[in-house]
């Protein structure tokens, strides 16, 4: 083992130390797993002592006296008298043995999120990845069923990146560079290598974009005892948590830790809208698509650069495996490979090496012939936003290719306020014996008015348009809905929203309306929504109570209910006559007050009929582009009549009759309030200039690193 060393916890062991040494090393070129790079070790050692050296001790393998690797050592077996079979994952390992409590993403920076998911184990991302905006969701994951590394693979299958282990044991989060970083020429590999062919071609290659928003369902996510600390996990995530019973101590969109207590927590779902984004791989194969559907970082912004590489991938079909004398080459990296059967020189992305550590580095190779990795700058990617809420003609940059165009139509008015209820008549009565003294029951006051539902959003439909350029694009607004007429009256639909785009015409009119609404993924807010019901007008005032004493005989009418902050009219006073000659008298108590409706006071009322019911009003326009109109508010409530009082005196005869107060009536219900003019969201990428390779000295030669790797930029 002339040319190894290795350093395990305190111990180092070199040259016949060392009995034998394997590493593998793999790289999933579409980030879809992580493998983590392992070491296997037998070592020479008199010290029994050392299977006590703790977990995750640290080991660190050289090479021909350059440091080829930082690993932790997992286990450690003794094989016989003096000898110690050690085996060590990189920090990927690491991450496979912790939680990553996961949750929903509206435009963290990438570099945030795998901060967050490593937690203490190093990492560097290059430069033009740190600042990329992920939308979606992470779950919760906690070993041994997930972990922080499965997460991880998330944000690198979004990115359309790769993790590599760097020989001091960081990780570095890149793309995979599509350069040739080396050549394997025929005097480095080993004989019997062979090639093997995928025998099924794939048509298509499909990813699933997700959006998360906010409005779905209530339900309950947990009921019984909790002791301080528990941790309440969920299957998929919730947002706007209550509980009663216990309080929340800490929270996220998948967990949510609790205090001692019995009781119940509640929280809300999220929305889940998928699409499909499909390339062509193989036309005229039968049918056999590839498809990532799990992906759940993929968005509008990044589905189409996914898709793309998923469909570059499957269109190779050769795999090279074979025995090659290894220099410094890794996972990831393309070279030139002599190929097997041809002796040719074949471009091979490598996926996995398989290596004996021995004076000279034996390595069983595995290749993916003809795959060169899509760099940043060659994929298109949303990152670029516009909404437009004007009709006019916009102009993109140069260079845009592709453009997703959501358009979303006026909304629909809002439907009209229901008319109040009257109040009921006070009853009459009359009295035909001498000293005795009769009541006529109050009316009752009417019920206000229900407010009308608020108008549907717009239709919304969304495209992908595809050109050689697109640059200049014709916007045509629809205008919104007018409301329904007083009194439950319908509101018009809005118009419909138009792109036009090198010459063809695109229309809201395709697509559907949705009571939750189109929620922009960048800023998060929802067009196209419901609008708001209208209020419901207050309930009327009863007439006054009459009967109670001879002397008291009637009193002032009830007041109608508020509404809003707006106060309900006043009752009425009750009123009396008394006939000459001490013949006798009749009276009514007073009217109740009208309901008062949203923003407008009931009336009075008067002393025997009651208060009519506030009108209902109109709701202001709506604003939000695309938004139903609001319906309009009920109108108040009519008050009730008073009730009635007669009396002939004592030693009189003949009769007297008192008419009951009149019913109050229901005020109108109030028009409904007018829809939102439509928009069009805009999501598209200008092309990047970058240009990625391996800097050279004055001499035309390759700068490498420490390690004496080519160094890419």
């Known amino acids: 083992m002339n040319g190894n060393r290795l350093i395990y916890g305190t111990r180092e062991f070199t040259g016949n130390d060392i009995k034998s040494g394997n590493l593998y090393q793999a790289r999933s070129l579409l980030s879809t797993k992580l493998e983590a790079d392992t070491i296997t070790a037998e070592v020479r050692c008199k010290d029994p002592s050392i299977l006590l050296t703790g977990e995750n001790a640290r080991m660190t393998y050289f090479h021909s006296g350059q440091q080829a690797g930082v690993f932790y050592a997992q286990s450690i077996e003794r094989t016989g008298p003096e000898l110690y079979k050690i085996s060590g994952v ?46 979606g969701w992470l779950p919760y994951a906690k070993p041994p069923e997930k972990s922080a590394r499965d997460n991880l693979v998330q944000v690198l299958f979004a990115l359309g990146a790769t993790v590599k282990t760097d020989f001091d044991g960081v990780l570095r989060i890149v793309p995979l560079w599509n350069g040739v970083s080396g050549r394997i020429e025929k005097g480095r590999m080993y004989q019997g290598g062979s090639v ?59 967990y949510a830790k609790l205090s001692t207590g019995s009781g119940t927590l509640i929280g809300r779902k999220y929305i889940h809208n998928t699409r499909q984004i499909t390339k062509t791989v193989t036309a005229g194969a039968p049918e056999n698509v590839q498809t990532i559907g799990d992906a759940t970082l993929v968005s509008l912004v990044n589905s189409n650069a996914a898709a793309e590489r998923l469909a570059d991938y499957y269109r190779q079909r050769e795999r090279l495996s074979c025995d090659v004398v290894l220099e410094t080459q890794s996972p990831g990296d393309v070279v030139s490979a002599c190929h097997p059967y041809t002796k040719a020189p074949v471009p091979a992305c490598v996926e996995s090496l398989e290596i004996t550590a021995t004076g000279i580095l034996r390595a069983g190779m595995t290749a993916l012939v003809g795959y060169t990795p899509k760099q940043i700058e060659q994929t298109v990617t949303y990152d ?79 495209f992908e348009i595809t050109g050689t350029a697109i640059k200049t694009l014709t916007v045509s607004i629809g205008g919104g809905g007018s409301g329904g007429s007083a009194n439950e009256g319908t509101g018009s639909a809005g118009g419909n929203t138009t792109l036009t785009v090198n010459g ?36 009327g005032g009863d007439g006054g ?3 109670e004493s001879t002397s008291a005989p009637a009193k002032i009418g009830n007041a109608g209910e508020n509404a809003g902050g707006n106060a309900g009219g006043k009752g009425g006073n009750p009123s009396s006559r008394y006939y000459p000659n001490d013949y006798g008298a009749i009276g009514s108590s007073g009217g109740g007050g009208g309901g008062a409706a949203y923003n407008a006071a009931g009336n009075s009322g008067s002393a025997s009929t009651g208060g009519t019911g506030a009108a209902g009003t109109k709701p202001a326009a709506a604003t939000v582009p695309g938004s139903g109109g609001s319906g309009g508010n009920g109108g108040g409530g009519g008050g009730g ?65 420490r390690f004496g790797r080519l160094l890419v930029v």
């Not at 435009?107 to 905006?133: C, D, H, M, N, Y």
């Not at 809420?389 to 358009?407: F, I, K, N, W």
């Not at 008319?419 to 006051?445: I, L, Q």
Request: glycine share 22%; aromatic share 6%.
């Open 90 to 135: 990189s920090g990927m390992g690491v991450l496979s043995q912790m939680a990553h409590p996961g949750g929903i993403y509206t435009g963290q920076t990438a570099e945030a999120i795998v901060r967050e998911i490593a937690g203490p184990v190093q990492f560097v991302i290059k430069e033009s990845l740190r600042t990329v905006k992920l939308y």
């Open 196 to 254: 093997e062919y995928e025998k099924t071609p794939a048509t298509s290659a499909a990813v699933t974009e997700h959006q998360y928003m906010t409005g779905g369902d209530e339900t309950r996510l947990f009921e019984g005892d909790a002791i301080s600390g528990d941790i309440i996990t969920f299957s998929e995530p919730m947002y706007g948590l209550s509980a009663t019973g216990f309080r929340i101590l800490e929270s996220g969109a998948n």
């Open 384 to 462: 670029r936003h516009q909404v437009i809420t004007s009709s006019r003609t916009v102009t993109l940059p140069d260079g845009v290719t592709r453009v997703r165009a959501v358009l979303i139509g006026g909304g629909t008015g809002g439907k009209g306020g229901k008319k109040g209820s009257s109040g009921t008549a006070g009853m009459s009565c009359t009295t035909v014996r001498d000293g005795k003294m009769v009541f006529g029951s109050p009316g009752v006051g009417g019920e206000g008015g229900d407010g009308g539902p608020g108008g549907g959003g717009g239709k919304i439909a969304s």
């Open 545 to 547: 109570m009459t009967g």
């Open 641 to 705: 009549g008073g009730g009635s009082w007669a009396l002939v005196s004592h030693g009189q005869t003949g009769s007297l009759s008192s008419p009951g107060g009149a019913a109050g009536q229901g005020g109108d219900g109030g028009p409904g309030g007018s829809g939102a003019p439509g928009c069009v969201i805009l999501y598209y990428g200008v092309p990047q200039k970058m240009k990625a390779g391996s800097p050279v000295d004055k001499n035309q030669k390759f700068y490498l690193d």
């Open 504 to 539: 063809t015409a695109y229309s809201s009119a395709t697509g559907a309306a949705s009571s939750a609404g189109y929620q922009d993924l960048v800023t998060g807010t929802v067009y196209a929504g419901t609008g708001t019901a209208g209020r419901a007008g207050a309930r």
